[in-house]
């Protein structure tokens, strides 16, 4: 736990030194920057394994439950974000129950992020 809260707090001074605040306190494009930045920087995250059942996918909410806002990386990772459709169905944040298309922002409460239509994470739902 101590590990955890010393990697977040280490997490919110490295966003405030290069955006000038951290993750909760950034406006939708400033967030969107921040997730594109990760993903430039190499960033991978957990796109399989993809949860079959509604007890792995409580498990993955579970887990994002247990991060602040500003842990911004680590969500990205866990929720297993991509910049792009997924799969032969080409899925994608347009069509996920949770997509505010007019906000372009991901609804659900885990989340809480902004995203662009052609995106796309593990806990898309329709
Ligand atoms: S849950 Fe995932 S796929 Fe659905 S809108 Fe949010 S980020 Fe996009």
């Given at each position: 736990?101590?590990?955890?809260?010393?990697?977040?707090?280490?997490?919110?001074?490295?966003?405030?030194?290069?955006?000038?605040?951290?993750?909760?306190?950034?406006?939708?494009?400033?967030?969107?920057?921040?997730?594109?930045?990760?993903?430039?920087?190499?960033?991978?995250?957990?796109?399989?394994?993809?949860?079959?059942?509604?007890?792995?996918?409580?498990?993955i909410?579970?887990?994002?439950?247990?991060?602040?806002?500003?842990?911004?990386?680590?969500?990205?990772?866990?929720?297993?974000?991509?910049?792009?459709?997924?799969?032969?169905?080409?899925?994608?944040c347009?069509?996920?129950?949770?997509?505010?298309?007019?906000?372009?922002w991901?609804?659900?409460?885990?989340?809480?992020?902004?995203?662009?239509?052609?995106?796309?994470?593990?806990?898309?739902?329709?």
């Amino acid at each position: 736990m101590a590990d955890q809260q010393t990697a977040s707090a280490e997490a919110q001074v490295n966003y405030k030194e290069k955006y000038g605040v951290t993750p909760s306190q950034a406006d939708h494009a400033t967030l969107l920057r921040m997730i594109e930045d990760h993903f430039q920087e190499g960033l991978k995250t957990l796109v399989e394994p993809f949860p079959e059942t509604d007890r792995e996918f409580a498990k993955i909410l579970d887990n994002l439950r247990t991060m602040s806002a500003d842990d911004l990386r680590k969500k990205l990772i866990e929720s297993g974000w991509l910049l792009e459709p997924y799969g032969e169905d080409e899925m994608r944040c347009q069509e996920c129950m949770y997509y505010l298309v007019h906000r372009r922002w991901c609804d659900l409460p885990e989340l809480n992020l902004p995203a662009e239509p052609d995106w796309w994470c593990r806990l898309w739902r329709i």
